[in-house]
């Protein structure tokens, strides 16, 4: 116990006693708080932004965080906690759009027009981004104590219960499950996930001459992490969205706007109404996000039909879609409770359920000295395990990322509003600009340009053909651990064919993953 | 007063330096062209990834050169070695391996490519701290533990992080008659890790071992090298044990073949400056868990290579009988 109360003051001290980015009154700002208000700020203006979104901003600023921190251990902290403030300000900012222009700056902010925007036309558009900002950060602040308390648990639970072949069983089964869940059907989940594992087995595994290359020299150190991720997460989105605005002639344009009356700002009694909502909503986000593959966007269409429903039954409540408070307060608690529980199979397994996730395992990947997994939370008697450090580091600048949401977030996310003017066509180009030198500056090599820009069409053809890219990404990142925990099982089973099969455990995983095919799939 | 002697001091330390060691200016001219690539042939967040690291950050603050640390482990550190055979023999690309990747590991992959005349040895670093660990007050925490196991039946996982640690596993083996179960991992790290987690029951590490073993969580139940270890200096030799061979060997930095003398020179002293120089972080490193710096290069390095080679031929030929 007292172990663990020093590793979580290590990790405080590890951010607060950082490197001082520069001096305010003799006080000196450490780096990574900086960092973490810099990206919770961009974050809000990133959701606020119609046609960007969290991860984008993760995609593009990761490789010019990389080039500006290096690849000394020193540069975790500082890189997680600009990621981390995207990825919490992004969730906060999508609502300021959904409600003032109707548009969502997010796709998971889409429920928040419903109830939000007639509020904002009934001319209370601070209110409505008031209870939103309150009901976002509680979904957050609830969803990221239920990671610090499980992250740890799980992952000791895992390292002390799973044997080798059942570690192989439980990354196939997360590799199934999300093929089951995402998309329009589970072939086309399964397509997805088939293409990422062959992609990422090109030139990897044991054997001196690179595997899978057809002859290409230049792809013998294998397809650069980077420039598949981006290439079909990001370049992909790009290339199918300007393709849209061509089609529907800029259809994307602000419709309606909002003027604020005198009353407007936080009704007495609104706290009152919308507290039993936040609670069920946050519950059903961090339940949902901490399954893995399974996005925000069912978290908040469940819990706004839940809260839908209920309204109807109670005599005298306000109807869902008229501008209720219930309805901003269900959809904006359960999508931000999403982003805290995604972390936990991500920290406790290293098994990223979104796009966030899958940035903050290339960020650590790339940097080196943390590796996302049981031994993250391993305890050494007496010697101090530095991952662990970083774990607590990570908790705490989620936490005072979401004390600047409480106290300062709701300013900056009134003041981002003309933001969603700006045209898609115009901000689409810059971003695909900016990602690809982004590429070049990580690289540093035009072949990962060249690669970028074919994942994208990948990417692409993928979007317009229904076939989601997620279960891609997420397959191709755990491409590696599957190999290595399956020729790691077979060897100390003593080359046992059927190691899968060797304990009731890992037949129980794979009967599991069989069954999410079978029943979570739905038909396309 | 100092800031006048100063300039003068510098001028004649420089003149000494001149006139005593010529070649020293040959090296003292070289600047890498450009920032160097260090790739780094173990597992992120291990030992001797962190010792890497630690000398690159070394070389950034002593030499004001800018060292990009990168990750290319795999394959007892041949897939590095195939990396750096592509990149430039100018300085900017060098790697670390240990001494097996370029004699033991080059000569069983067969590929006249990785042999070792092909690479530039520059400097080692550290000689392996070598040992067979287990965690303490386990099952397999002394040799008559694995031993008595091993006669009841009970398979033993045995964890090695290269090929010759996988070969000296199954020499050994076969020296007393156990047939372990080999599984290979990444790094000493890697072997750790799957002690910690019950996935192995025993397993070679190079040096990582020695914080885990001074806090009482491991125990060395028997050394591959000739002298004792630092931390368990009662752990029995494996040629006590029944094996004919031992397991020693140097963590050491790489660079392209044909590499320019000066640089080699100038790289290989200044990785010594930053693995020698007690103020570095990577000095405190290698005095903690490696047993202390042991910096060889140049000639000196040549001849150790040659003679590891040697070494390494006939082992090959012993287990593939």
């Excluded at chain 2, 007892?76 to 060098?94: R, V």
């Amino acid at each position: 116990m007292t172990d663990l109360l020093n590793y979580i003051g290590l990790g405080i001290m590890a951010v607060l006693n950082g490197p001082a980015l520069f001096e305010i009154g003799g006080i000196g700002l450490p780096v990574a708080l900086v960092m973490l208000a810099a990206g919770l700020f961009t974050g809000i203006a990133v959701g606020a932004t119609p046609g960007l979104a969290g991860p984008m901003a993760m995609a593009i600023s990761l490789p010019l965080l990389i080039s500006a921190f290096g690849f000394t251990p020193d540069a975790l902290l500082p890189v997680f906690a600009f990621l981390i403030g995207i990825m919490k300000g992004a969730t906060l900012g999508g609502a300021v759009p959904a409600i003032l222009f109707n548009l969502p700056g997010t796709p998971d902010a889409m429920m928040t027009t419903l109830d939000g925007h007639p509020m904002a036309r009934n001319g209370q558009p601070r209110r409505a981004l008031r209870i939103a900002q309150l009901s976002s950060v509680a979904g957050d602040s609830f969803s990221d104590i239920v990671l610090f308390v499980c992250a740890p648990f799980l992952a000791v639970v895992v390292e002390s219960y799973l044997d080798l072949p059942e570690k192989t069983a439980l990354l196939i089964l997360s590799i199934s499950f999300i093929a089951a869940v995402m998309g329009a059907s589970v072939g086309k989940g399964l397509l997805s996930v088939g293409l990422g594992l062959i992609v990422a087995y090109i030139a990897s595994g044991n054997d001196l001459t690179p595997r899978l290359t057809m002859g290409f020299d230049a792809l013998d150190a294998g397809v650069p992490l980077i420039a598949a991720i981006l290439g079909v997460l990001i370049v992909g989105e790009i290339f199918a969205t300007l393709e849209t605005l061509w089609r529907n002639n800029r259809a994307l344009d602000v419709k309606t706007e909002t003027h604020g009356t005198a009353q407007d700002g936080l009704a007495p009694g609104d706290l009152k109404r919308i507290t039993p909502v936040v609670v069920r909503g946050a519950l059903i986000g961090t339940v949902i996000g901490a399954l893995p593959g399974v996005g925000s966007t069912l978290a908040a269409t469940l819990s706004y039909s839940l809260g839908a429903r209920r309204a109807r039954r109670i005599a005298g409540a306000q109807p869902f879609g008229s501008g209720a408070p219930e309805g901003i307060a269900a959809t904006e608690a359960a999508n931000s409770a999403v982003s805290g529980a995604n972390l936990i199979p991500v920290l406790s397994l290293g098994i990223p359920g979104n796009a966030a996730a899958v940035f903050l395992i290339l960020a650590a990947d790339s940097i080196g000295g943390f590796n996302p997994g049981p031994a993250v939370f391993a305890m050494p008697e007496g010697e101090t395990n530095p991952q662990l450090v970083v774990a607590f580091g990570i908790f705490t600048l989620m936490a005072i990322g979401n004390l600047l949401n409480w106290t300062v977030g709701g300013a900056v996310m009134r003041s981002m509003s003309v933001l969603a003017r700006v045209p898609a066509t115009r901000l689409l180009p810059v971003v695909l600009l900016v990602s690809l030198t982004a590429i070049y500056v990580q690289e540093t090599s035009m072949f990962a340009v060249w690669a970028t820009l074919a994942f994208g069409v990948l990417g692409y053809g993928m979007r317009r053909l229904a076939v989601p890219v997620l279960p891609f990404v997420i397959a191709f990142i755990l491409a590696g651990p599957l190999e290595r925990s399956a020729r790691e099982a077979f060897s100390a089973t003593g080359a046992d064919p059927w190691f899968l099969f060797s304990s009731p455990t890992s037949v129980i995983l794979l009967l599991m993953a069989v069954a999410a095919l079978i029943f979570l799939g739905r038909d396309g | 007063m100092t800031h006048f002697f100063k300039p003068l001091l510098a001028a004649a330390t420089l003149c000494a330096t001149a006139i005593t060691t010529p070649t020293a200016t040959l090296a003292d001219e070289w600047t890498p062209p450009g920032p160097i690539t260090m790739y780094v042939g173990f597992a992120a967040g291990g030992g001797a990834d962190t010792q890497a690291r630690l000398i690159a950050q070394g070389l950034e603050e002593k030499f004001g050169w800018t060292v990009i640390p990168q990750q290319a482990p795999g394959n007892s550190g041949l897939n590095l070695a195939a990396e750096l055979a592509k990149a430039p023999a100018d300085g900017t690309a060098i790697g670390m391996v240990v001494s097996e990747t370029l004699s033991y590991s080059s000569q069983a992959a067969g590929d006249p490519a990785f042999d070792y005349e092909n690479f530039t040895s520059l400097a080692t670093t550290a000689e392996f701290q070598l040992g067979l660990v287990a965690m303490a007050n386990g099952n397999f925490d002394s040799w008559d533990k694995v031993m008595g196991a091993a006669e009841a039946g009970t398979p033993i996982r045995f964890a090695a992080a290269s090929d010759r640690h996988a070969d000296m596993a199954w020499h050994l083996g076969q020296q007393v008659g156990i047939d372990f179960n080999i599984v290979e991992v990444r790094g000493g790290k890697g072997v750790m890790d799957g002690l910690r987690g019950g996935d192995v029951d025993i397993g070679w590490v190079a040096g990582a071992q020695s914080g885990p073993v001074q806090q009482g969580e491991m125990v060395n139940i028997a050394r591959g090298i000739e002298s004792p270890l630092a931390n368990s200096p009662d752990a029995p030799m494996i040629t006590e044990l029944g094996s004919d061979y031992l397991l020693d060997g140097y963590f050491m930095f790489i660079a392209p073949g044909d590499l320019d003398p000066a640089a080699r020179e100038a790289l290989g002293e200044a990785i010594r400056d930053v693995a020698e120089d007690s103020e570095t972080d990577a000095n405190g490193l290698l005095s903690k868990a490696f047993g202390g710096p042991a910096v060889r290069t140049g000639d000196d390095l040549d001849s150790y290579m040659t003679k590891a080679n040697a070494e390494a031929a006939e082992l090959i030929k012993a287990v593939s009988e």
